[in-house]
């Protein structure tokens, strides 16, 4: 594959892209294109050993226009500023696309987590914690899991703030454990947001989803549910991948079991019921109704995009295209459904969980996938009537004109102060 995109350049030029289609002036756009404010830290953690090693942190606030910023913390060696300041613009038009009160903050360590112990992992975290006490709140910021991050270290956050503020917030994160006010229905929610988003596309595109070959890249939470998902509607789940490799099956495997052996083992290759293994460039490449990328951004750039061969593209993870690669399946027969509407399940129950948190009163499993369902099908219809009526030239393209419409809707209203 060729040298990886810049992310933060991708958002950039997806919104310029879109912005071609909005009627507002430029230097009003341009403003929606950079963070408000990026926060680079070094934590300096004591070691099991009793030695001290430094992290390098971030944390972007990238448009607060439509709400608190909102938005995950991942802990992944390829942490940087560019990456965390992409998916937090990435974050501020997927909560804009589902009309969802939040604006996009995004946050990481540079780290891989799998060298250290639990022990050391709190005490970074905590570390982190109290670098982000004055930047997040319940009317803040409200950070949220992502990449090697989940509710262990979510409670560890909102346990931090609570000592140091010397109160009860558990509205400051999301995506915490149920005991510690999370939500029902949390941890399935982007897979979930992601096979809605392909049962609406199919259907939209006359097409059967029962039936459909699948081929999911990353079998972490989003991409796991997803294939268990899909697998429910009827559709066959031929190919999955996670960083060891990719497995495929031509007559379909049980996404149950392939996680159970993944589960046992630490990755999906070795699977018994394999025909063969394959290399993920291989998998995204395969000759399926539908792809699912789900594991990090650039994983099809514009030279790979020339041997994509499925018929539909719905993206888990956050920007797995490039825009080079988005030209490419412009011109091709391949329809590709968006990440800011796809996985926004994930920010979207984030949200039910902030509600219920606020009101001190929990919602059943069935009301917050019923919720989701309402805001997920709203949302993919008013990206189809965007792409319709202003005759745009790729869903992503349409996705973002009514994101940006609806931030700049804010902006205006509230005009520009000082």
Not at 48 to 56: A, L, P, W
Not at 91 to 116: H, L, N, Q
Not at 213 to 226: E, L, P, R, T
Not at 366 to 391: M, P, S
């Amino acid at each position: 594959m060729a040298e990886q995109a810049n992310p933060f350049e991708s958002l950039q030029e997806q919104i310029d892209d879109a912005s071609e289609y909005v009627d507002a002036d430029a230097d009003v756009l341009e403003r929606l294109k950079r963070p408000e404010r990026v926060l680079e830290t070094n934590l300096s953690v004591e070691m099991d050993d009793g030695s001290v090693e430094v992290f390098k942190a971030f944390r972007s606030q990238f448009n607060g226009d439509r709400g608190p910023y909102k938005g995950g913390i991942r802990y992944h060696p390829g942490v940087n500023r560019d990456e965390v300041k992409a998916l937090s613009g990435w974050m501020v038009y997927k909560c804009a696309v589902v009309g969802i009160p939040y604006g996009g903050g995004k946050g990481g360590i540079v780290i891989d987590p799998d060298d250290y112990s639990e022990n050391e992992l709190e005490r970074i975290t905590r570390s982190f914690a109290k670098e982000l006490r004055p930047f997040i709140g319940v009317d803040r910021d409200v950070p949220a899991p992502d990449v090697n991050t989940g509710q262990r270290e979510m409670n560890w956050i909102k346990d931090t703030y609570e000592t140091l503020e010397n109160t009860t917030a558990p509205g400051v994160i999301t995506g915490k454990a149920i005991e510690s006010g999370g939500s029902a229905g949390r941890v399935e929610a982007t897979g979930r947001s992601t096979v809605i988003t392909a049962r609406e596309a199919f259907d939209y595109l006359g097409e059967e989803i029962d039936g459909a070959s699948v081929a999911v890249q990353g079998y972490g939470n989003a991409g796991w549910i997803a294939a268990k998902l899909v697998d429910e509607l009827g559709a066959n789940v031929v190919a999955v991948s996670d960083s060891s490799g990719a497995i495929y099956r031509g007559d379909g495997f049980d996404p149950r079991d392939v996680k159970d052996h993944k589960n046992e083992t630490g990755s999906v290759s070795g699977y018994h019921g394999a025909d063969e293994e394959l290399s993920n460039e291989e998998l995204l490449t395969l000759d399926v109704d539908l792809l699912v990328p789900a594991a990090l951004e650039n994983a099809i750039d514009g030279d790979l995009a020339t041997d994509v061969d499925a018929d539909v593209i719905v993206e888990a993870a956050n920007g797995p295209l490039t825009p080079e690669a988005d030209d490419v399946l412009a011109e091709s027969d391949t329809y590709v459904f968006p990440d800011i509407l796809a996985n926004a399940g994930g920010v979207t129950v984030s949200y039910f969980e902030w509600v219920q948190n606020r009101q001190r009163f929990y919602w059943s499993e069935e009301r917050v996938n019923e919720e989701l369902e309402g805001i997920i099908t709203t949302a993919f219809d008013d990206l189809t009537d965007a792409y319709e009526e202003n005759d745009l030239p790729n869903f992503r393209t349409a996705a973002y004109v009514v994101a940006i419409e609806r931030v700049l809707d804010s902006y205006e209203e509230s005009g520009n102060w000082p």
